[in-house]
């Protein structure tokens, strides 16, 4: 198995099931196999930083104690079944007054790379967005699509994006990592 420095993780579509904009704790569950997958993952020596784009913020559609209560949750879970992640980054960011840190911009991955020293060239993406995917290719990063969230629509639009893995889900795409397929 290649082995990377750093394994980012998009949240919604990826960790979760979508509805758009989570705004309450209530509203917001891993799917099933995620934990596991994490673990799986982290057993074989992985660490693991999440990067989303959280506009309903700007939107005034997700309030931001709303937003802490949740990757307070996120982080609790992640902890309690030992696998190492170094932070949470979200950016607020509407579409249409964005930054460079809303994906695909880089700037939230670098902060992350400042703040705890990845080598994001031996690093990797996985997400389920062509932003994504586009965030990863703009750093040279390993890129991984998984099917669940969007991940079938961005299938069939990835243009000239070539993913390095296109994965069922991120069990699959653990297992995959790992080498037990
Ligand atoms: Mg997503």
Not at 123 to 143: F, H, K, P, Y
Request: proline share 3%.
């Amino acid at each position: 198995m290649k082995k990377y420095d750093t394994i980012f993780l998009d949240r919604d579509g990826t960790l979760n099931p979508d509805p758009g904009y989570i705004n309450a704790l209530d509203q917001f569950a891993f799917y099933d196999f995620t934990l596991q997958a994490l673990k799986n993952l982290s057993e074989d020596g992985n660490r693991f930083c999440i990067v989303t784009n959280q506009s309903g913020i700007d939107r005034g559609k997700i309030k931001i104690d709303n937003l802490s209560e949740i990757h307070n949750y996120i982080l609790n879970q992640f902890y309690e079944n030992g696998i190492e992640l170094l932070g949470i980054y979200y950016c607020p960011d509407h579409p249409d007054q964005a930054t460079q840190f809303r994906k695909p911009g880089t700037k939230m991955f670098n902060q992350a790379s400042e703040d705890h020293q990845i080598d994001l060239q031996r690093s990797i993406m996985i997400g389920d967005a062509l932003s994504d995917l586009e965030a990863g290719v703009n750093l040279r990063m390993d890129t991984m699509l998984v099917l669940t969230g969007r991940g079938k629509d961005t299938q069939q639009n990835l243009g000239s994006i070539s993913p390095t893995y296109i994965m069922q889900d991120l069990m699959d795409g653990a297992n995959k990592l790992i080498g037990i397929r």
